[in-house]
């Protein structure tokens, strides 16, 4: 069997040790390479027991431990302010940026229920004129827009088709009875409404009642003015008796389509345009160190079960020593999934929503505190 290459228990880091070299012009990564190699080779038994792995081993192992520490880091920010970075610029890293929660992306979403709510959006709305024909009481508005040199179809928002107010219609027998103030009312333009005597000797609800009988005999008595509108294809009612107008306001579907995906060059367009970089080692502080010193641990004990598991046993002097792989390779992966658990658990607890709650039980329960400090009573 070939010799096995075991730790000396010492190392020298030199940049290009790593795989990578994400961090190896890193002054704080150099110095912790070889310490960190040094605290997994006396973690995994060295000198008591040979350590089947060389410096270069644990030196892999620490770069991809603050490689996975960034990861988690970077993608809990992620989560955290995705909307808000949605359409930002990717141009600089946003590493080490303060990212401050905006409302812009819901404006802009809310934008488009405005559209459909007719309250404002995003979409142009124009106004088309249709020439009615005599007794022709059915009219294709796609074929309108065709003709009219609009490419894709229409959406059809609004018809004004509409019967005259009742209360233009009114009319009242008494009106006009020579005390002059049907035309006095008529100089201040509001003959057109109603009569004047109503406005002086009669009360409001005496109007609505009058406007009321005359709308219920126009739905009873009369076919009143009405549409119906399905898939563009417009039915009026009554059939038209003289050639006119109508109007109606529609939106170009290619321009709501159109919309829909817009140019996103140098922008966040999902979460793989999020500009994060890999992490400055040197800016991480002594919690996520030692979290990312016990993850490379992790790692190495990993590697090394993967070693164990290929050589089976050693010869030993008079008889052949078992290696312990599987418990290795068990443990490992345990304390990989505890650590990325516990990582995952405290980033948590720090987002933005968590700290908000924490603030508000914190302040629930200083009030409820304070209301149990006695009132001072004062003598004047």
Same mark, same amino acid.
């Given at each position: 069997?070939?010799?096995?290459?075991?730790?000396?228990?010492?190392?020298?880091?030199?940049?290009?040790?790593?795989?990578?070299?994400?961090?190896?012009?890193?002054?704080?990564?150099?110095?912790?390479?070889?310490?960190? %190699?040094?605290?997994? !080779? @006396?973690?995994?038994? =060295?000198?008591?027991?040979?350590?089947?792995?060389? $410096?270069?081993?644990? +030196?892999?192992?620490?770069?991809?431990?603050?490689?996975?520490?960034?990861?988690?880091?970077?993608?809990?920010?992620?989560?955290?302010?995705?909307?808000?970075?949605?359409?930002?610029?990717?141009?600089?890293?946003?590493?080490?940026?303060?990212?401050?929660?905006?409302?812009?992306?819901?404006?802009?979403?809310?934008?488009?229920?405005?559209?459909? %709510?007719?309250?404002? !959006? @995003?979409?142009?709305? =124009?106004?088309?004129?249709?020439?009615?024909?005599? $007794?022709?009481?059915? +009219?294709?508005?796609?074929?309108?827009?065709?003709?009219?040199?609009?490419?894709?179809?229409?959406?059809?928002?609004?018809?004004?088709?509409?019967?005259?107010?009742?209360?233009?219609?009114?009319?009242?027998?008494?009106?006009?009875?020579?005390?002059?103030?049907?035309?006095?009312?008529?100089?201040?333009?509001?003959?057109?409404?109603?009569?004047?005597?109503?406005?002086?000797?009669?009360?409001?609800?005496?109007?609505?009642?009058?406007?009321?009988?005359?709308?219920?005999?126009?739905?009873?008595?009369?076919?009143?003015?009405?549409?119906?509108?399905?898939?563009?294809?417009?039915?009026?009612?009554?059939?038209?008796?003289?050639?006119?107008?109508?109007?109606?306001?529609?939106?170009?579907?290619?321009?709501?389509?159109?919309?829909?995906?817009?140019?996103?060059?140098?922008?966040?367009?999902?979460?793989?345009?999020?500009?994060?970089?890999?992490?400055?080692?040197?800016?991480?502080?002594?919690?996520?160190?030692?979290?990312?010193?016990?993850?490379?641990?992790?790692?190495?004990?990993?590697?090394?079960?993967?070693?164990?598991?290929?050589?089976?046993?050693?010869?030993?002097?008079?008889?052949?020593?078992?290696?312990?792989?599987?418990?290795?390779?068990?443990?490992?992966?345990?304390?990989?999934?505890?650590?990325?658990?516990?990582?995952?658990?405290?980033?948590?607890?720090?987002?933005?929503?968590?700290?908000?709650?924490?603030?508000?039980?914190?302040?629930?329960?200083?009030?409820?505190?304070?209301?149990?400090?006695?009132?001072?009573?004062?003598?004047?």
């Amino acid at each position: 069997m070939a010799n096995i290459v075991t730790w000396n228990g010492s190392s020298t880091f030199t940049t290009g040790s790593t795989p990578f070299g994400f961090y190896d012009t890193d002054t704080a990564f150099q110095t912790d390479a070889d310490k960190v %190699a040094s605290f997994c !080779g @006396t973690r995994l038994g =060295y000198p008591l027991m040979d350590v089947e792995l060389q $410096s270069g081993s644990f +030196y892999a192992c620490f770069e991809e431990a603050v490689t996975t520490y960034g990861n988690e880091v970077f993608q809990y920010k992620i989560r955290e302010n995705y909307l808000s970075m949605e359409g930002s610029t990717t141009g600089s890293s946003a590493n080490n940026k303060i990212i401050d929660p905006t409302l812009d992306r819901v404006i802009n979403i809310s934008k488009n229920y405005g559209t459909e %709510a007719e309250v404002g !959006g @995003t979409v142009t709305r =124009y106004t088309g004129s249709l020439a009615l024909t005599a $007794s022709v009481q059915e +009219y294709d508005l796609d074929q309108w827009a065709t003709n009219e040199g609009i490419s894709g179809s229409i959406e059809v928002r609004r018809v004004f088709y509409n019967a005259p107010p009742a209360i233009l219609r009114y009319f009242d027998p008494y009106a006009g009875t020579g005390t002059g103030i049907q035309s006095l009312m008529d100089a201040f333009d509001f003959g057109s409404f109603s009569p004047g005597v109503n406005f002086l000797l009669m009360p409001a609800s005496f109007d609505i009642l009058k406007v009321q009988a005359i709308e219920f005999n126009d739905v009873i008595r009369r076919s009143t003015y009405s549409f119906e509108l399905v898939n563009n294809k417009l039915k009026i009612f009554p059939v038209p008796k003289k050639a006119a107008n109508l109007y109606f306001e529609n939106y170009k579907s290619n321009d709501k389509r159109d919309g829909v995906y817009k140019d996103g060059g140098g922008l966040v367009k999902s979460v793989a345009d999020v500009p994060y970089e890999n992490p400055s080692y040197s800016l991480i502080n002594s919690v996520g160190r030692q979290w990312i010193f016990r993850y490379t641990l992790a790692l190495a004990k990993e590697l090394l079960a993967y070693v164990r598991g290929k050589y089976q046993s050693v010869p030993v002097p008079g008889s052949e020593a078992t290696l312990n792989q599987a418990d290795l390779l068990t443990d490992a992966r345990a304390e990989k999934e505890a650590l990325i658990t516990n990582l995952r658990e405290m980033l948590d607890q720090t987002s933005r929503q968590a700290q908000l709650e924490r603030k508000a039980n914190e302040g629930d329960n200083l009030n409820k505190t304070l209301g149990q400090v006695p009132m001072t009573i004062y003598i004047g």
